[in-house]
């Protein structure tokens, strides 16, 4: 990130008007001695102490104007807080911001996670003066986040509820979420109860006493593409979107898939993008420099128009990735997915071996049995607040976890790209889920994972053959990784990941009113005739 160039003053409270008259607070940081100097706008829930996502002074002190807006029903702005009310909220910001006498006529956005998503919010409604974006940890269509392989994600939700239920409240102090590790494990233990508690509609009640119709919405419209939230499905505006756009991710984030199908949404729109996925997961910012030196980057180019300031010359690749692993290390892309990328299906074998040889013969089936009343717990991965990469080994000791392990590699591999599963199984009930995860062996045996993904089966898509055997695809997150010689791959299968993934209750029941719970018996196919298989991204590195 480049030195400071100016000094800044800030005014604070500053009131803006929405056309129902709501007021908005807002605090505008002024570049010191910068009369042509773009302006950056972030629309923020959490509060506007601390500078929203923290970059924002930053770019004040490097010659933008930074305005920092809290969202309606927070931190004392008016009105109720709404996800359907950000995108005509952010036009009327960004109007504001055309008709004071400091606006040079160019607009860029700027903001992680939520304040990503009142950006997109922002540019569905096309303000003329928006040059530029850079977002993170945030994909076009909110519902993806809250439906992870149609399932329902707790560990995004509830957290995120539980501090919404605030947000209302004429006294409440302005919400500046504490991501310190300590904090973060305390808040689990407390969290623990809520995610555990059934009926699931009564889980904001029991903890605050209050109800919340996010909430509610939430669990009854529990699919992407519930007409419900249209309205917050910005997606639909991408085919002509004019606006350079920076992507930010981590590895480990849930919304990652999403970031990727929205970056391959906007090339092909033929707008300039910038996908860029680093380390970590949602807490982690997109990795070293996600968070600061990409955005100022971007901007310094696309909304400052001075791409001579940079540093470092921003790669002409389109595509930059932060490679885990044996090797850690950044390869610049001409695309997501990777052209050079071959895609090698390994197969499930029997006596818990993984191969990329098909089998030749029988083989049988492995089996395990999932039960609600004690779910197969979550182990880093997604989640929100206890994601990333964690030892598995206490995971894969359990019961109702398949491990399928490779030989020990003889040189380094890398998978860089989309990963899927398919499985052929039996199962006693139609109501299940099947989780797949992607393990790197180290030569001491710690398992550590890599991507992983879940699929909701419903009676409607299940297909049995005449042996009952019906397929299973299951789409996990992104690889980046690099497995080092004497490293093996590992591959889990099991029922769930609560509460990253909420558990299946096996009845098909509503999930606010579900109590009943049903085990699921599962029969895991693994040979001539029924390949089940993991298909990954190997990646040949010059």
């Not at 850690?328 to 090698?344: E, F």
């Amino acid at each position: 990130m480049r030195e400071p160039t100016n000094d800044v003053r800030v005014e604070h409270h500053v009131e803006v008007s929405m056309p129902d008259g709501t007021v908005l607070l807002t605090d505008v940081f002024h570049p010191v001695g910068v009369d042509d100097a773009p302006t950056v706008l972030e629309r923020t829930p959490y509060g506007r102490r601390g500078g929203g996502s923290g970059t924002g002074p930053g770019l004040a002190a490097r010659g933008y104007r930074y305005v920092l807006q809290a969202c309606r029903g927070t931190d004392g702005s008016g009105g109720m807080h709404s996800y359907f009310a950000e995108a005509p909220d952010g036009r009327a910001t960004a109007d504001w911001i055309a008709q004071q006498p400091w606006f040079d006529g160019r607009l860029g956005s700027f903001g992680a996670s939520y304040m990503g998503f009142t950006q997109w919010a922002l540019a569905s409604t096309r303000p003329p003066h928006l040059k530029a974006m850079a977002v993170a940890l945030s994909t076009s269509i909110r519902a993806y986040s809250w439906y992870p392989g149609g399932s329902l994600a707790l560990e995004v939700i509830i957290p995120w509820d539980l501090g919404a239920v605030q947000f209302n409240k004429p006294d409440s102090e302005a919400i500046v979420p504490d991501i310190s590790p300590e904090a973060i494990s305390v808040r689990m233990r407390e969290l623990r109860a809520a995610f555990d508690h059934l009926p699931l509609g009564d889980v904001i009640r029991k903890v605050t006493g209050e109800d919340l119709d996010l909430y509610r919405q939430q669990l009854d419209h529990a699919e992407v593409g519930d007409p419900y939230w249209a309205p917050v499905d910005f997606r639909r505006f991408l085919a002509d979107w004019t606006v350079p756009t920076l992507l930010v991710d981590g590895w480990h984030d849930y919304p990652l898939p999403g970031v990727c199908d929205d970056y391959a949404a906007l090339r092909d729109a033929g707008v300039p993008v910038r996908l860029r996925i680093g380390a970590g997961g949602h807490l982690g910012g997109g990795g070293e420099g996600g968070m600061t030196d990409a955005p100022l980057d971007w901007f310094d180019t696309y909304l400052l128009e001075r791409p001579e300031l940079l540093p470092v010359p921003m790669p002409t690749r389109p595509v930059t990735v932060q490679v885990q692993g044996a090797d850690v290390h950044w390869v610049d892309l001409d695309d997501w997915p990777a052209p050079q990328v071959v895609n090698v299906p390994w197969h499930l074998r029997t006596g818990g071996r993984l191969t990329p040889d098909r089998p030749s013969e029988a083989e049988q089936p492995d089996g395990f049995r999932y039960d609600p009343t004690d779910p197969t717990p979550a182990a880093g991965g997604i989640g929100m607040l206890t994601g990333g990469a964690v030892d598995n080994r206490a995971l894969e000791a359990r019961p109702d976890v398949l491990v399928f392990t490779g030989e020990a590699l003889d040189a380094p591999l890398t998978l860089l790209g989309p990963v899927t599963a398919d499985l052929y199984v039996t199962s006693s009930i139609d109501h299940v889920d099947f989780f797949v995860r992607l393990c790197d062996v180290h030569p001491d045996g710690r398992s550590v994972n890599v991507c992983d993904g879940l699929r909701r089966v419903v009676p409607a898509a299940i297909e049995r053959d005449v042996l009952g055997v019906h397929h299973v695809s299951v789409a996990l997150w992104p690889a980046g990784h690099r497995f080092g010689a004497g490293h093996r791959l590992r591959v889990q299968v099991s029922g769930g990941a609560h509460p990253v993934y909420a558990r299946n209750m096996g009845t098909g029941e509503p999930h606010a009113s579900a109590t009943t719970m049903r085990a699921a018996d599962h029969l895991v196919h693994h040979d001539l005739q029924y390949p089940s298989t993991v298909t990954l991204p190997h990646f040949a590195e010059a």
